[in-house]
């Protein structure tokens, strides 16, 4: 991360909307406030654009990022809202940003389920479940499907990931709904590297 990027991010965190554009063909962008970054990973509290309430938390990669826009002055309406409807962002307790290892490791140990966007290769799809297993290429989830049907142990490589969700609306409703499933050992050491 620039010295720059880390300036700007510093500027705003916590404290003002915040909208970045990937440079990834068909991804579209990500709004809410920042709340953690790291040198490669950036940590949202979302707000769904449409609802303009605060919904879940994405992370992307800053190398996948090539605009950004800071709605930090009085005069944009976002702002107005924000302080109209006293939006205030949340970090998470315990995510950890260091790795994208360490990030999956730390929402799986709090979250039922993870959203995987790998964007580069299939930008309008995403794989959701709960996190079973890590090794130093790639990781294993239980794949549920978006009918709340569990479908098996997705494995998918770290290089393929470029947006992580969790804890949003959509997550939350699919783990309310998914049929229980008997206890998957899980097999996540602490550094899978």
């Known amino acids: 991360m620039t010295p720059t990027w880390n300036s700007i991010l510093n500027r705003h965190i916590a404290r003002h909307l915040f909208e970045v ?33 605060l919904n879940g938390y994405s992370v992307v990669r800053e190398e996948d990022v090539e605009y ?14 924000v302080q109209q409807l006293g939006l205030k962002p949340v970090r998470p307790n315990g995510i950890l940003l260091s790795s994208l290892p360490d990030l999956l490791k730390s929402i799986g140990d709090r979250y039922a389920l993870i959203t995987i966007h790998p964007e580069k290769r299939k930008p309008d799809v995403c794989f959701i479940g709960p996190l079973l297993s890590l090794s130093k290429v790639t990781f294993t989830i239980d794949d549920l499907n978006s009918s709340a049907e569990w479908t098996g142990p997705r494995r998918i490589r770290y290089a393929d990931v470029t947006r992580v969700d969790f804890d949003g609306g959509y997550e939350r409703g699919l783990a309310s709904v998914a049929p229980k499933r008997d206890s998957l050992k899980r097999n996540i050491s602490p550094d899978p590297l």
């Open 68 to 81: 950004y826009r800071a709605f930090d002055k009085r005069g944009f309406w976002q702002a107005q809202v």
């Open 21 to 53: 554009t990937s440079r990834i063909k068909g991804a579209g962008s990500t709004m809410g406030f920042v709340v953690e970054f790291s040198s490669d990973l950036i940590l949202f509290h979302v707000v769904n654009s449409d609802t303009l309430k």
